[in-house]
């Protein structure tokens, strides 16, 4: 294999293992936001049995519903926001690295192209160059 040829096989095989690590990062970011909302959603669930067991009255009951509602609505408002920011960040991500190899095979091709075209100008003036 020539080294032009190893150099593009070693340039794929970064990207794509750069683009491995970016998916399996953002797919642990991913999990590590899921095991909080469960871990808050059991506490907050936990706490409001507590505070339910020992309501007076079926007003104070409402009361302690209403509220396990509202900070419910709350909590999943800001999963959600986070979410949203894990799953706008992914592609940006995944594009920079793209960009990144593009730019380096561009080069690459500039370089040789470049090589190429003194390496012909050099042959044709040692070709034209009288006796």
Request: some cysteine; overall charge negative; glycine content about 2%.
């Amino acid at each position: 294999m020539s080294d032009t040829n190893q150099k593009t096989t070693d340039q794929a095989a970064q990207v794509s293992n750069a683009a491995a690590s970016i998916a399996t990062k953002n797919l642990q970011a991913f999990a590590a936001e899921c095991a909080e909302i469960s871990r808050q959603s059991i506490e907050h669930t936990t706490e409001t049995v507590e505070k339910l067991r020992h309501a007076k009255g079926p007003a104070e009951v409402l009361s302690i519903q209403s509220q396990f509602l509202r900070e419910a609505f709350e909590n999943f408002t800001q999963h959600s926001r986070r979410f949203i920011e894990l799953v706008a960040a992914f592609p940006l991500e995944m594009t920079k690295t793209y960009t990144e190899a593009w730019t380096q095979s561009m080069n690459a091709a500039a370089d040789k192209t470049r090589e190429a075209g003194e390496k012909v100008a050099s042959n044709v003036e040692r070709l034209t160059k009288p006796s």
